[in-house]
């Protein structure tokens, strides 16, 4: 299908779907009252069970939506969503996230003021407006794994040296570089994407952004984020069993050790991401025998689960 350069939007939204009704209207709300830009949005629906896609077209009627029947997983449904986007930009952005003072068009200003990023982000706040410092991370190290398999990165969480994934201590109050800018709010070029291949399909649900940015960081591509694109992102509303949800993770963490550590760390590496689940669940078994902490029994328990569960994440994928 070809289109005139003059009708295209300026930029193309992505959001993923899946049983996020309230959140996903709340977001098309939020952006529809926030961006004065030229855009698109293009919703797909993996096969919600809870009637967002017949509550998106009733109330959204302009919006392009894709129902799909089959849930694609997340990083996966973006190559089904992406024939649908007529914009040379890519914008993708999480159903759990409210757009606040005009967070899109600034990101796409800031698109133009640091052109050679090539990948650009934003700041995220949870919905109390805590700094939620989850919009970016820095790649994992042996030495940040050896950190948060400590326990390090728990005690001096603010500390840029211990709490190193996170970038302990950064607000996120200026503009900076990073290693990965996370998919709640990520601008890329069509370009740059097809360039890459987009989302490895192997990763379909954490760890898609990751492997991206860092693969795109090989091809000199250096993603930055900015605090003038500030957005609320809930975070996990799509997922809600604990123990699940932290297999899902240590499983695409392994992958992405076994994709982007060097041969000489890979092994040391896949070590010390067994340690943090063990270290967790040793650590909490004995705290929970304490007097008066019965109120971490069950985040005892999903570690203690996720321990015997090792087999399904050790490996990758």
């Known amino acids: 299908m070809s289109y005139e350069t003059s009708t295209l939007p300026e930029f193309s939204i992505i959001i993923i779907s899946y049983n996020t009704r309230d959140m ?3 977001c098309l709300s939020s952006v529809y009252a926030q961006t004065k ?3 698109e949005i293009v919703v797909l629906d993996n096969a919600s069970t809870d009637g967002s896609a017949e509550a998106i077209r009733q109330d959204f009627p302009e919006v392009t939506l894709v129902a799909e029947s089959v849930n694609h997983g997340f990083g996966p449904a973006h190559h089904v969503a992406l024939p649908y986007c007529r914009s040379p930009w890519l914008l993708l952005l999480n159903p759990d996230t409210v757009v606040l003072d005009g967070a899109l068009d600034r990101l796409m200003a800031f698109r ?3 052109p050679e990023a090539g990948i650009w982000g934003g700041r995220t706040l949870y919905a109390d407006g805590r700094l939620n410092p989850s919009s970016c991370w820095h790649r994992q190290t042996p030495w940040s794994l050896f950190c948060r398999a400590s326990g390090l990165a728990v005690i ?7 709490n190193v994934e996170a970038y302990g201590g950064w607000r996120r109050d200026d503009v900076r570089d990073v290693d990965i800018v996370t998919g709640c709010l990520f601008l890329i070029s069509r370009e740059t994407w ?4 987009g989302f490895d399909p192997v990763f ?12 795109a960081r090989d091809i000199g591509v250096r993603p930055a984020i900015t605090p003038e694109a500030t957005i609320i992102h809930y975070g996990g509303a799509s997922e809600k069993a604990r123990s699940d ?3 899902r993770i240590l499983r695409a963490k392994a992958e992405l050790i076994k994709r982007h550590f060097s041969p000489s760390t890979l092994r040391l590496g896949l070590f010390l991401l067994k340690l943090w689940p063990l270290s967790r669940h040793l650590a909490l078994s004995v705290i929970i025998s304490l007097p008066r902490m019965d109120r971490f029994h069950d985040t005892a328990l999903a570690w203690r689960n996720v321990w015997k569960r090792r087999a399904e994440w ?3 994928f």
């Not at 001096?156 to 211990?162: G, K, P």
């Not at 097809?194 to 291949?197: A, E, F, K, Q, V």
Request: glycine share 10%.
């Open 24 to 26: 996903t209207l709340a």
């Open 37 to 39: 830009g030229d855009f």
């Open 112 to 114: 133009d003021q640091r």
């Open 156 to 162: 001096f969480r603010n500390s840029s040296f211990f």
């Open 194 to 197: 097809d360039r890459l291949g």
């Open 204 to 215: 379909t649900m954490y760890g898609e952004e990751a492997d991206l940015c860092l693969r």
């Open 245 to 247: 949800k932290l297999v």
């Open 314 to 316: 050790c490996d990758g």
